[in-house]
């Protein structure tokens, strides 16, 4: 169907619902309410129409006085901010003897042990990264030299790429398993 006859049919239903309308007023409705209406109307109606009693409002009951009323906290504004709490008391110490004698520190002990092994300084410089977000392409950079690397290979022998994000990379050690991963922050 074309637009030309849609519009040819819109405006015919427009057409009908209009002329409906017109005719509905003009005839007075399904109930005979237009002008001349009250001449049709039969007499009974007009019987129990005349039959009803108007009842008269009373106005002197809707002047009561109202219930009484104490307003309390206003909602839209701050009450008064209670007192604080009174500070605790200082703690007491215990009495002192007259023979107490200072603690001595604790014994060290004779031998210094070893210090377990650090891992190595990060000695270079996280520039960034790029790629999907599946496999993000790290960018590191050390003197003159610029390294590109994926999650989990090793970069300058010492290092593993723990992590790529947009700002940071994280780097673990090799070797060093339980020590934390380092944070390098992007061009920094």
Same mark, same amino acid.
Not at 6 to 25: D, E, P
Not at 85 to 101: E, F, L, M, S
Not at 121 to 132: M, N, R
């Given at each position: 169907?074309?637009?030309?006859?849609?519009?040819?049919?819109?405006?015919?239903?427009?057409?009908?619902?209009?002329?409906?309308?017109?005719?509905?007023?003009?005839?007075?409705?399904?109930?005979?309410?237009?002008?001349?209406?009250?001449?049709?109307?039969?007499?009974?109606?007009?019987?129990?129409?005349?039959?009803?009693?108007?009842?008269?409002?009373?106005?002197?009951?809707?002047?009561?006085?109202?219930?009484?009323?104490?307003?309390?906290?206003?909602?839209?504004?701050? !009450?008064?901010?209670? /007192?604080?709490?009174?500070?605790?008391?200082? $703690?007491? &110490? =215990?009495?002192? @003897?007259?023979? %107490?004698?200072?603690?001595?520190?604790?014994?060290?002990?004779?031998?210094?042990?070893?210090?377990?092994?650090?891992?190595?300084?990060?000695?270079?410089?996280?520039?960034?990264?790029?790629?999907?977000?599946?496999?993000?392409?790290?960018?590191?950079?050390?003197?003159?030299?610029?390294?590109?690397?994926?999650?989990?290979?090793?970069?300058?022998?010492?290092?593993?790429?723990?992590?790529? !994000?947009?700002?940071? /990379?994280?780097?673990?050690?090799?070797?060093? $398993?339980? &020590? =934390?991963?380092? @944070?390098?922050? %992007?061009?920094?």
């Amino acid at each position: 169907m074309s637009d030309a006859q849609r519009q040819k049919q819109l405006l015919a239903a427009l057409l009908v619902v209009l002329a409906g309308t017109v005719g509905y007023r003009v005839l007075g409705g399904v109930g005979g309410g237009g002008p001349g209406a009250r001449a049709a109307r039969p007499a009974a109606i007009e019987r129990d129409l005349a039959a009803i009693e108007m009842q008269r409002l009373d106005l002197e009951a809707l002047q009561r006085e109202g219930a009484a009323y104490t307003p309390g906290r206003d909602p839209f504004r701050y !009450g008064e901010a209670p /007192a604080p709490p009174p500070p605790p008391p200082p $703690p007491k &110490a =215990p009495p002192r @003897r007259a023979d %107490a004698r200072p603690k001595a520190p604790p014994a060290r002990p004779a031998r210094a042990t070893p210090e377990a092994p650090k891992p190595p300084a990060v000695d270079f410089v996280y520039l960034g990264s790029f790629g999907p977000q599946e496999r993000r392409i790290a960018v590191f950079a050390k003197n003159d030299e610029i390294y590109n690397a994926f999650v989990g290979e090793v970069l300058l022998d010492r290092f593993i790429v723990d992590k790529i !994000g947009f700002e940071s /990379a994280d780097i673990k050690f090799v070797g060093f $398993p339980d &020590a =934390p991963e380092t @944070r390098l922050q %992007a061009g920094g």
